[in-house]
């Protein structure tokens, strides 16, 4: 294929912030003028929207997504002598906060359609130590919250939904982050709500955690200045809460740009010897990433690159095999969906705002690249 002079990015947070741009600026000038820049009215009615929008009774501003874990984890009682089961294909901050509290991470391997934890292997991790569960809606895509909350209330264990990735998603009708004991969002920039900075939230119905976490995120202080807990100072930046406010609104149309890009893909892509992704029934995802998977893997990703296009590997090292968790003992091939994923699977480019010809040029690069390997 002819080289051209067009690039196009993974994400593109510019095109974004040119549509809703005198938005933003309204907002940001009504923080600052109201000198409420550390919680507040701001952080109140935004908690407030996302806890109406996730269908759930509260929602805590903290200061990012692994916050939001940490403090849920720390809130439950969760610490030394715990386990907590997750999964090991994922961002690494799913494990690093049950280290964090001083408990030991448990994983579970993914299916290989979806990238979630497997349920089928869920039920054999359990042991008396088990405290809590976190499933990951890994890329947006929903994991099979049924099966797990039977298995979780069988053993009389918690559920933390990571749904950094999946703001939006749905299960069953449900929004993601409802179902389970407590449900933790990033705003990261890059994820489909993204702020202009760190930011988190915790979702719940369970009134005593919320309480609980609303302390330990200001020095476990309530009232101020007298501390019943060791906290975090963990807060949401108003800045941050005012500019999300704005995004809300514009949240689920986006994610259906999102979708519609994503069938496109898959349309234009389905005879090549690729792995697309697989949604199951009763799902609606978000696609925080487009994730294909191929054997010709880092090739393409080179060809990409030739060709103009940034794509993006998630993630290169499944987290049972990172270094700091040697001392787990998982061997190589222990899990291996999780690294068999982790050596074949790229992100395309797909936001709201890529361009039909930008999409249509991708798909000829990839296609290009699979006829020059003769598929």
């Known amino acids: 294929m002819q080289k051209v002079a067009k690039q196009i990015p993974l994400l593109d947070l510019k095109a974004q912030y040119q549509t809703i741009k005198e938005e933003i600026k309204a907002a940001i000038d009504e923080v600052l003028e109201s000198g409420n820049y550390i919680m507040g009215p701001a952080v109140k009615k935004f908690e407030e929207s996302l806890a109406e929008y996730c269908g759930v009774k509260y929602a805590i501003g903290v200061a990012n997504g692994t916050?939001?874990?940490l403090l849920t984890l720390d809130a439950l009682g969760i610490g030394p002598g715990d386990e907590v089961i997750t999964t090991p294909f994922t961002f690494f901050a799913s494990a690093e906060v049950i280290s964090q509290v001083g408990a030991t991470p448990v994983f579970v391997d993914i299916e290989p359609d979806t990238y979630n934890l497997d349920v089928t292997k869920l039920e054999a991790a359990i042991t008396s130590k088990t405290k809590a569960i976190i499933p990951v809606h890994i890329f947006g895509q929903p994991t099979d919250m049924d099966e797990i909350m039977e298995i979780a209330n069988k053993y009389n264990v918690y559920v933390i939904e990571d749904a950094c990735?999946?703001?939006?998603?749905?299960y069953k009708g449900k929004k993601i982050g409802s179902i389970g004991t407590a449900g933790c969002f990033s705003f990261f920039p890059t994820k489909n709500l993204g702020g202009y900075g760190d930011g988190g939230i915790i979702v719940t119905n369970d009134e005593e955690l919320a309480r609980k976490v609303q302390i330990l995120r200001?020095?476990?202080s309530y009232p101020k200045y007298y501390h019943s807990m060791i906290g975090y100072n963990s807060r949401l930046d108003?800045?941050?809460a005012a500019t999300l406010q704005i995004k809300l609104k514009y949240i689920d149309q986006w994610n259906q740009k999102?979708?519609?890009?994503a069938d496109f893909y898959n349309q234009s892509l389905k005879d090549l010897s690729i792995q697309l992704p697989f949604i199951k029934t009763g799902r609606e995802a978000v696609y925080h990433l487009y994730i294909i998977q191929t054997e010709y893997r880092d090739e393409l990703i080179q060809y990409l690159k030739e060709n103009g296009i940034s794509s993006g590997i998630y993630y290169p090292v499944p987290l049972h095999r990172q270094e700091v968790y040697a001392e787990l003992d998982y061997?190589?091939?222990s899990l291996p969906e999780s690294e068999k994923a982790a050596l074949g699977t790229l992100a395309l480019p797909l936001y709201p705002e890529l361009t039909t010809?930008?999409?249509?040029y991708v798909i000829s690069v990839v296609k290009d690249f699979f006829a020059r390997k003769g598929n």
Do not use: Y
Request: hydrophobic share 30%; proline share 0%; glycine share 12%.
């Open 67 to 69: 916050d939001a874990l």
């Open 165 to 170: 990735q999946a703001i939006g998603a749905t």
């Open 218 to 220: 200001v020095h476990g």
């Open 238 to 240: 108003a800045l941050q």
């Open 258 to 261: 999102r979708r519609e890009k």
């Open 331 to 333: 061997t190589e091939g």
């Open 357 to 360: 010809e930008d999409q249509e």
